[in-house]
């Protein structure tokens, strides 16, 4: 990017797999945050432990930084050791350093970040800050590296980007999250206590994040022997009353089906987090896509209730995520939380509103019997709760009576109702942008950001209208938000855009304009607003 | 004391789930009698096939799941509370066929429930197939000319994926069988007891069985591995029945 005239700024850190890249790429993001900048961290990798080349991107600016950008004004190489700024490049000895210093080899990413914070000017007293809170007793060394990284810069006397000027206080550190922390956090305000999960990319950091809090949160964690043990087991708990969810990508959630179902039938509730990854089958594990819309929206045979909910930052996976464990419960009912890989592994400055979240702690189970005088579940005195997966009368047992499969089928049903009614008081659907312009972009999930950090390159203003709530969608405002449209362009990571389709079958209004990515990459936001600007009027 | 709900019970005449049934039932009478156990903490649960209709008739917390995962499921319930007395009821085709993989994870894990295995030999109630324990050459609706694949023993399979309570038990034995599934029940951790139990319709094994069923010696040491082993495998002329193997070990808690 060099100097938009938004000046943002981006940095690309790579190296092979096992260099410390990643982690160099959070610190970096890490000490602007601290610096007073908002920040945007992606990384891209393959799957892999050891061997193959992986890139962090850091886009950063004074003002929200929605997306990485794909033009980098510096590049910082691990491997071959090499700082690259324009047409120029020089020689960083971080091998050489390292050895010097008798430092374990992945220190090289240490001197590096010495090199960042000193050609970007900013202050190594809050860099060894970050490496104090990161390694603990292993910061010492990282620190002296960071050290000899700044002086060699400075000693070559280069021109630098100069001391970052900002008005703004730092913000915290930690207030740089990916989506899948930021909707462990959400999850646990809203009073989770077990999370199952069978391990799968890009889901797995959450089950890593909560089995390392487990103790501080107050939660148990499991990891069984499948994502179908997984599913069932967070089933099960929450038949015994304890808020539970379970986390997995395309492929385990397939594996998740009948439990969905069960979920239906029986009423219990159930959470499930599906990060999407390339598919179709193995497809792209390490890379992004959103092809799993129409996937969750039909999850599980027979007919029932299914909430989607699909945040597009990590602000609104913590919301989300804690909003759709209180729905699970309050409707006893599937619902399921859709990221994808950009938005679960990257990283942005963000801000946490735990003010809106009301922590709901309860018990409750699928139970029918005495629903009217309030939740039970087993253990209870005086109480038998029962479940099933047949279609069940009142007091949940199996039934094949037409009459009364009817009257059940009707009394689930009845939930969507009410849901309804309370859509109409929530944020379902974002809109951002220029309110009033006929031009309208439609897009959801992690796209959001592509799609935001291109409207600051677009000829002509737009409207972005972002539905959070893709089941059932809130098709009152969808209307409402396209209303006079001269222009609808819709932008999706998959081929067959299928936010497009539910749009059109729930408001019957037809999409023609797409924008459509399906190389397991993310949107690039200039390259986005080539696209776009092809489209306006 | 009545622990049966008003539900119509569906299994055949003369089924051999009813002396299933009543071992349980008189299991748990004694167990809440001698209060060893609390009625409302007990959570049942059972899988899709014959045995699953157990869920209906019994007045117990309750989940009639799906086919093959009650375990994963009743393991969930016992991970959440582990207060709760959790039993889970699954068939040969449910336990052995749909479910294994929970079945040998549970054992592994050493999780603190009780499985009963309605074991008859066929799928039952879609009216007969062969299943993981039906002896080769079984002739079933999708195996007209006999079934081409040997049984597994399941007792051996427990032992092996670490099971610390086996047994086995014959439906029409319902005195002795109440006092293993007593037993199970109180044991601390994965506790396993697969029932023979013929099916009057499609896979009478009563004279099989009756000629061939002899009970071990319950008052000897239950903790010799190699003892295990011989009587698991001791499946020819001679069927021992009783709980095999016993063992004290650290129960599943993952907090």
């Known amino acids: ?537 | 004391m009545n622990l049966l709900t008003q539900a119509k019970i569906t299994w055949c005449p003369g089924c051999s789930n009813f002396g299933i049934l009543a071992a349980f039932k008189g299991a748990i009478e004694d167990l809440v009698k001698n209060k060893e156990i609390k009625m409302e903490e007990v959570v049942i649960g059972s899988g899709i096939g014959c045995h699953g209709k157990i869920s209906d008739y019994l007045d117990l917390n309750s989940f009639y799941g799906l086919h093959g995962r009650i375990v994963p499921l009743l393991s969930g319930v016992k991970i959440a509370n582990p207060n709760l007395k959790v039993i889970a009821f699954s068939g040969d085709g449910d336990a052995y066929a749909e479910g294994i993989e929970h079945l040998i994870h549970a054992a592994k894990r050493n999780i603190d429930l009780t499985l009963i295995v309605h074991n008859n030999q066929t799928f039952a109630l879609t009216t007969g197939q062969f299943t993981p324990t039906s002896p080769k050459g079984f002739k079933g609706k999708s195996t007209p000319f006999g079934s081409a694949e040997e049984p597994f023993d399941p007792l051996l399979l427990m032992l092996s994926s670490g099971a610390t309570f086996i047994a086995r038990s014959y439906a029409l034995e319902v005195k002795k069988t109440q006092e293993i599934i007593k037993e199970a029940i109180k044991h601390q951790g994965f506790s396993f007891i697969d029932i023979l139990q013929p099916c009057l319709s499609l896979n009478d094994t009563r004279d099989y069985y009756q000629k061939r069923i002899y009970w071990l010696d319950e008052f000897r040491q239950k903790d010799n591995f190699d003892f295990a082993l011989e009587k698991i495998r001791e499946w020819n002329n001679k069927i021992p029945l009783g709980i095999f193997y016993q063992i004290k070990k650290q129960i599943y808690d993952p907090s």
């Open chain 1, 1 to 537: 990017m060099g100097k938009s005239k938004n000046k943002i700024t981006t940095v690309l850190i790579s190296g092979q797999a096992g260099e410390g890249v990643k982690e160099a790429g959070i610190i970096f993001g890490k000490l602007l945050s601290l610096s007073g900048q908002e920040v945007f961290v992606t990384t891209e990798l393959p799957s892999l432990i050891k061997g193959g080349y992986i890139f962090s991107r850091i886009s950063f600016s004074q003002e929200k930084v929605f997306s990485d950008y794909g033009n980098p004004c510096l590049k910082i190489d691990l491997e071959k050791e090499l700082i690259l700024f324009g047409q120029k490049s020089f020689h960083l000895p971080m091998k050489k350093l390292v050895e010097q210093a008798k430092a374990p080899p992945i220190t090289k990413n240490s001197v590096a970040l010495g090199a960042l914070c000193y050609y970007f000017g900013l202050e190594f007293e809050k860099l060894k800050k970050i490496f104090e809170k990161t390694f603990k007793e292993k910061a010492q060394i990282n620190i002296e590296l960071a050290k000899k990284g700044y002086e060699y810069l400075k000693n070559l006397k280069l021109p630098t980007r100069g001391l970052l000027k900002s008005k703004a206080i730092g913000l915290p550190a930690g207030g740089l999250i990916d989506g899948n922390e930021a909707l462990a956090l959400g999850l646990v305000k809203a009073g989770l206590q077990t999370y199952f999960a069978y391990p799968m990319t890009p889901a797995t950091s959450i089950l890593h994040f909560l089995a390392k809090k487990q103790k501080e949160f107050g939660l148990k964690t499991v990891q069984p022997e499948n994502e179908i043990a997984a599913v069932q087991m967070t089933l099960g708990s929450a038949f015994a009353g304890f808020r539970s969810a379970c986390g997995t990508s395309g492929g385990g959630f397939d594996l998740m089906q009948e439990t969905c179902s069960l979920a239906g039938m029986s009423e219990v509730p159930l959470l499930v987090i599906v990060s999407q990854r390339m598919g179709p089958s193995t497809g792209v594990p390490t890379h992004t896509s959103q092809s799993d819309l129409q996937l969750v929206r039909f999850s599980g045979h027979g007919e029932f209730l299914r909430i989607i909910l699909a945040p597009g930052d990590p602000e609104e996976a913590y919301l989300l995520g804690a909003e759709a464990l209180n729905l699970a419960w309050k409707y006893r009912s599937l619902v399921i939380v859709l990221l994808d890989k950009h938005l679960s592994e990257s990283l942005a400055t963000s801000f946490l509103d735990f003010s809106k979240i009301s922590a709901k702690i309860g018990l409750a189970s699928g139970r029918k019997i005495e629903e009217k005088k309030g939740l039970v579940f087993p253990g209870m005195k005086n109480v038998v709760v029962k479940a099933a997966s047949y279609e069940h009368d009142e007091k949940g047992i199996s039934t094949e009576d037409p009459l009364v499969i009817k009257k059940m089928q009707e009394k689930r049903f009845k939930k969507l109702q009410f849901l309804l009614k309370e859509q109409k008081s929530k944020e379902t659907v974002k809109v951002y942008g220029d309110k009033k312009s006929k031009n309208i972009i439609i897009c959801w999930g992690s796209v959001k950001g592509a799609v935001l950090e291109s409207l600051k390159h677009l000829k002509k203003p737009a409207k972005v209208v972002q539905p959070l709530w893709l089941e059932p969608l809130d098709t009152g405002k969808i209307k409402s938000y396209l209303k006079g449209a001269k222009k609808i362009i819709d932008v999706e990571g998959n081929i067959t855009a299928q936010l497009s389709s539910l749009i059109r079958e729930k408001t019957g209004i037809e999409i023609k304009n797409k924008i459509l990515k399906y190389d397991s990459r993310p949107f690039e936001p200039m390259e986005l607003a080539k696209k776009i600007n092809h489209f306006l009027i």
